[in-house]
């Protein structure tokens, strides 16, 4: 089992291609982030909106939120020639990247503090391809990683974080320090050759095999069987079955309280990454100091502690990973508060962001991890969707009132405390579920311990006749 293997096996088997392609997909769901997130931040706030306008702005991230409404289209349904050639989750991945190069394209001709609502409207289409291509590429990670290989989830979920935030970080970091010299609009140029770049990834990674379909046909039948009819049988497994499937396996009254858990980790890591790169610039960063340290820096630290804090849950576990992690991201926004009342110290900048980075990307990897493992084989772009839109939502939803909040406190410390605060429910709500979180993992390993075992010997019997 995990626990057994030595620091050495641990960082051997990071050597898996599968890893690789995991990390392309990463770079994918990451990129969208910075063209409608940090770069529209900092565009809108160059041409003189206000903070209240920046946090409104954001509210286009609210379709991540929803996107498990859609999620089942992308678990069933097979996109005509793209599905043939590609795959249904490259084939929905590669949709998704058309969609978005068409509309920074068109985000890159137009003054958004002149064509507002025209810029929101584009920013709004990038957000929804962004929030189905994320289900899929969610779903391919999955897929590529069965329950019966217990030991790589955290490393596929280290290797999506890093992705991730190669695709958010260094082409933030390439925008901003080129925006005072090419303009934003020429920025977005570049940007949109970056998407056609990511295309050409979706077209070299290998479609991940599985028994989904399998599954699916499967559900049908039973569900046809109670309806007596195929094709409204074909509905409500789409649309129902994914849903029914994880409050059956958990119960409602846990499944419930494992929803609420999701919604409330992050939400104190939004508010404060929504109001950054507002805080960065009224404290005097230039945009230059901004890329350097916020995006390039701030990178390559994302990179190094993502990987620590995947080795650590490879060995130690997920729940405690999950709890150190949740403690240090909660106590890490208290440096913001000390760079508002000590002013534009680079010193103390370089050192918020390696401890900030620190802190988020050791919680993302138990995060992700978690999340990963009360997904079911069937229906896995749909429950992890379910689940990471509830992730989200303080991400998009609620935190669109934090330049409101700002406003109103007048206090950038203030603000800082209290997302610190924020993330305390959910790490009360954390160790009240320790023990359920503890078994669950341990009824993963055992099931997955006996899929190997049927699969060796079924393979011991083929050989045999």
Same mark, same amino acid.
């Given at each position: 089992? @995990?626990?057994?293997?030595?620091?050495r096996?641990?960082i051997? #088997?990071?050597?898996?291609?599968?890893?690789?392609?995991?990390?392309?997909?990463?770079c994918?769901?990451?990129f969208?982030?910075?063209l409608i997130g940090?770069?529209?931040?900092?565009?809108?706030?160059d041409?003189g909106?206000t +903070?209240?306008?920046i946090?409104y702005f954001?509210s286009v991230?609210? /379709?991540?939120?929803?996107?498990f409404m859609?999620?089942?289209l992308?678990?069933r349904?097979?996109l $005509?020639?793209l599905?043939?050639?590609?795959g249904?989750r490259?084939?929905w991945?590669?949709?998704?990247?058309?969609?978005i190069?068409?509309c920074?394209l068109?985000i890159?001709?137009v003054? $958004?503090a002149?064509?507002?609502?025209?810029?929101s409207?584009l920013?709004?289409?990038?957000? *929804?391809? #962004?929030?189905?291509?994320d289900? %899929?590429?969610?779903a391919?990670? *999955?897929?590529t990683f069965p329950?019966?290989? $217990?030991?790589k989830?955290?490393?596929?979920? %280290?290797?999506?974080?890093i992705?991730w935030?190669?695709?958010?970080s260094?082409p933030?970091?390439?925008?901003?320090?080129?925006?005072? @010299?090419?303009g934003?609009?020429g920025?977005?140029?570049g940007m949109?050759a970056?998407v056609?770049?990511l295309?050409?990834?979706t077209?070299?990674v290998g479609?991940?095999?599985?028994?989904?379909?399998?599954l699916q046909?499967?559900a049908?039948?039973?569900?046809a069987?109670v309806?007596?009819?195929?094709l /409204?049988?074909?509905?409500?497994?789409?649309l129902?079955?994914?849903? %029914?499937?994880?409050? +059956? +396996?958990?119960g409602v009254?846990?499944?419930?309280?494992?929803?609420?858990?999701v919604f409330?980790f992050?939400?104190?890591e939004?508010?404060l990454?929504?109001m950054?790169?507002?805080?960065?610039?009224?404290?005097?960063?230039?945009?230059?100091?901004?890329g350097?340290?916020?995006?390039l820096?701030?990178?390559g630290?994302?990179i190094?502690?993502?990987l620590?804090? #995947?080795?650590f849950?490879?060995?130690?576990g997920?729940?405690?990973g999950?709890m150190?992690?949740?403690i240090?991201?909660? &106590?890490?926004?208290?440096m913001f508060?000390?760079i508002?009342?000590?002013?534009?110290?680079?010193?103390?900048f370089?050192?918020t962001?390696?401890?900030d980075n620190?802190?988020? &990307?050791? #919680?993302?990897? %138990?995060?992700?991890s978690?999340l990963?493992?009360?997904?079911?084989?069937?229906?896995?772009?749909?429950q992890?969707?379910?689940?990471?839109?509830l992730?989200n939502?303080?991400r998009?939803?609620?935190?669109?009132?934090?330049?409101?909040?700002?406003?109103?406190?007048?206090?950038?410390?203030?603000?800082?405390?209290l997302?610190a605060?924020m993330v /305390?429910?959910?790490l009360?709500?954390?160790?009240?579920?320790?023990?359920?979180?503890t078994?669950?993992l341990?009824? &993963?390993?055992?099931?997955d311990?006996?899929?190997?075992?049927s699969?060796?010997?079924?393979?011991t019997?083929t050989?045999?006749?």
């Amino acid at each position: 089992m @995990t626990e057994k293997m030595s620091w050495r096996e641990t960082i051997r #088997s990071y050597l898996d291609k599968r890893l690789m392609w995991v990390f392309m997909m990463g770079c994918s769901s990451g990129f969208p982030w910075v063209l409608i997130g940090s770069n529209m931040s900092g565009w809108l706030k160059d041409a003189g909106l206000t +903070r209240a306008a920046i946090g409104y702005f954001g509210s286009v991230f609210a /379709v991540y939120a929803i996107n498990f409404m859609w999620a089942p289209l992308v678990d069933r349904v097979k996109l $005509p020639l793209l599905h043939r050639f590609l795959g249904q989750r490259r084939s929905w991945i590669l949709l998704c990247q058309a969609v978005i190069l068409g509309c920074t394209l068109g985000i890159a001709g137009v003054d $958004p503090a002149k064509n507002l609502m025209f810029t929101s409207m584009l920013a709004l289409c990038i957000a *929804i391809a #962004s929030a189905t291509k994320d289900v %899929a590429i969610d779903a391919y990670r *999955i897929d590529t990683f069965p329950k019966s290989e $217990p030991s790589k989830l955290p490393q596929a979920s %280290a290797m999506a974080v890093i992705g991730w935030w190669t695709g958010y970080s260094l082409p933030g970091y390439l925008a901003f320090v080129n925006a005072d @010299t090419i303009g934003w609009n020429g920025v977005y140029m570049g940007m949109a050759a970056l998407v056609g770049v990511l295309m050409l990834f979706t077209l070299l990674v290998g479609e991940p095999k599985t028994d989904r379909s399998a599954l699916q046909a499967e559900a049908e039948q039973r569900h046809a069987k109670v309806v007596g009819s195929r094709l /409204v049988a074909w509905f409500s497994v789409t649309l129902i079955e994914p849903f %029914a499937d994880f409050f +059956r +396996r958990n119960g409602v009254r846990v499944a419930m309280t494992l929803l609420l858990f999701v919604f409330l980790f992050k939400i104190g890591e939004a508010f404060l990454g929504r109001m950054s790169i507002p805080f960065y610039k009224e404290i005097g960063f230039s945009n230059e100091q901004i890329g350097h340290y916020s995006k390039l820096i701030g990178w390559g630290a994302t990179i190094v502690f993502t990987l620590v804090g #995947s080795m650590f849950n490879v060995k130690f576990g997920i729940v405690r990973g999950l709890m150190i992690g949740g403690i240090a991201m909660s &106590a890490s926004n208290l440096m913001f508060a000390w760079i508002a009342k000590a002013g534009p110290s680079e010193t103390l900048f370089l050192a918020t962001i390696i401890v900030d980075n620190f802190t988020t &990307a050791f #919680s993302t990897v %138990a995060f992700v991890s978690f999340l990963t493992i009360l997904t079911g084989q069937a229906f896995s772009a749909t429950q992890y969707a379910l689940l990471a839109s509830l992730g989200n939502f303080g991400r998009t939803t609620l935190a669109s009132f934090s330049g409101e909040l700002v406003d109103y406190l007048n206090d950038w410390s203030l603000f800082f405390i209290l997302t610190a605060l924020m993330v /305390v429910p959910s790490l009360i709500m954390l160790y009240s579920l320790r023990h359920y979180f503890t078994a669950l993992l341990a009824k &993963a390993k055992e099931r997955d311990s006996k899929v190997k075992k049927s699969d060796d010997d079924l393979e011991t019997d083929t050989q045999s006749a």
